[in-house]
């Protein structure tokens, strides 16, 4: 079985036997750091499968004899939004390449809810350069909140937070009210002066990502007692239980299990931050350690026989192509 996760700074690829799929101890893995490229159509399927396919080829050399691919799922950020592109263009060559019978095609919310809670009902949150929540149940099906993209939404992403610290770092360059003095030190360290920051960053493909990386840095400071970082911090954690809330009151779902996953909630101060405004605005939800990351979700994606979740087209799709 093959898993393959498309995030928003790199795609990450593994391949485990059938009967493993449920440990990522026991799968091939490789990652090829570099951000998706988006064109007109969303996501620019001919670039992704240019760099897919050669490491498909090297992650699958060297399978005991008899072995093959039976199955493969790809999860992807903005699927849902921005993944015309892939859903006409990924089944052929992924077919032909690894001779799967079954491709799945899914959204990065489901592959990050499948990672962390299988196929229980719940609600899932996925913080990194962008942020999307989904909410599970039986009845409802497939429930998303925010995952708009860094122009529209992403709320209390790693991008979001990144953003609004170097909005305060400018600030205090222009003396103007609301900046912030150490958030302006930490973005010179990083970026270097912050007049070249426009120039820097308004070109490129993967701006979204060089925006979230300075996400620990506010997080740093708000934990050296800087007041704007702090707010910063404690708005995007209410911002991530807004969007929990409403993927959880989709769903119909009053006090779900919940899991908050993603390298986002590595920062312990934006952690408790979320965990504080989860705990006012859905104080009946439980608090679930993620059983994997969305790399996981992606294989159990790929080995379900019989498919136990809802097809929901663009969000989930389920192919079963011919690879004549």
């Known amino acids: 079985m093959v898993g393959i ?3 928003g700074t790199g795609v990450r690829l593994a391949l485990a036997p059938a009967e493993q799929c449920d440990d990522l ?27 897919l396919l050669p490491a498909l080829e090297a992650l699958a050399a060297d399978l005991p004899p008899g072995a093959r691919v039976a199955a493969v799922a790809v999860g992807a950020t903005g699927m849902a939004l921005l ?15 690894t001779g799967a019978r079954r491709l799945v095609l899914a959204g990065d919310a489901i592959a990050a809810h499948v990672g962390a809670l299988g196929a229980r009902a719940g609600v899932t949150v996925a913080g990194g350069t962008g942020l999307v929540a989904i909410g599970y149940s039986p009845d409802a099906g497939w429930r998303r909140a925010d995952g708009w993209g860094q122009l529209l939404g992403d709320c209390g992403s790693g991008g979001w937070i990144g953003r609004a610290g170097l909005e305060a770092a400018l600030r205090a360059y222009d003396g103007r009210a609301g900046g912030s003095p150490a958030l302006l030190d930490l973005a010179e360290r990083r970026y ?17 990502g060089l925006l979230a990386a300075f996400a620990p840095d506010v997080a740093e400071a708000a934990g050296a007692g800087c007041r704007v970082a702090g707010a910063i911090v404690r708005r995007a954690g209410e911002e991530i239980a807004v969007t929990a809330t409403a993927a959880a009151t989709a769903a119909g779902l ?30 009946a939800a439980r608090l679930h350690h993620p059983d994997g990351p969305p790399l996981l979700g992606s294989l159990r994606l790929a080995a379900a026989d019989p498919f136990p979740w809802p097809l929901d087209p663009p969000l989930l799709d389920l192919h079963h192509p011919d690879p004549a």
Do not use: C, M, Y
């Open 25 to 51: 101890r026991a799968a091939r893995t490789r990652e090829l750091p570099a951000p998706a490229r988006i064109v007109a159509s969303g996501h620019d399927a001919d670039a992704l499968l240019g760099r």
């Open 83 to 97: 993944g015309r592109d892939l859903a006409a263009k990924l089944p052929g060559p992924l077919v032909r390449a």
């Open 5 to 7: 996760d498309v995030g």
């Open 254 to 283: 009053t006090g779900p299990r919940l899991a908050l996953t993603g390298g986002l909630f590595n920062l312990p101060s934006l952690r408790s931050a979320t965990e504080a405004a989860l705990s006012a605005r859905l104080p």
């Open 192 to 208: 270097g002066p912050v007049t070249g920051l426009p120039a820097a960053l308004q070109p490129r493909p993967d701006r979204a």
